[in-house]
């Protein structure tokens, strides 16, 4: 039983570990003053900060969970 008790707190104690850490980087990716794109494995958008945002003319909700050759200038993305 205690051995039950001490995994669940391990497991809260993670959860929230892994919470602030991403608190912490939600908040460097809003205050750096350049443009910023975190891209998953897939090419997918996961976020932008404002910076780029203004770079782009896009909107956060436009670019999240699209290509990021959406961003790329047409002479990069054209298939031969």
Known sequence: MANILAESIDKKMASESLQRSEEKFRGLLKSVSDGNIIVN???RTGNVNKMLEK????ERNELVGKSVELLAPDRYTRHK
């Open 55 to 58: 770079m782009t003319d896009y």
């Open 41 to 43: 494995s897939f090419g």
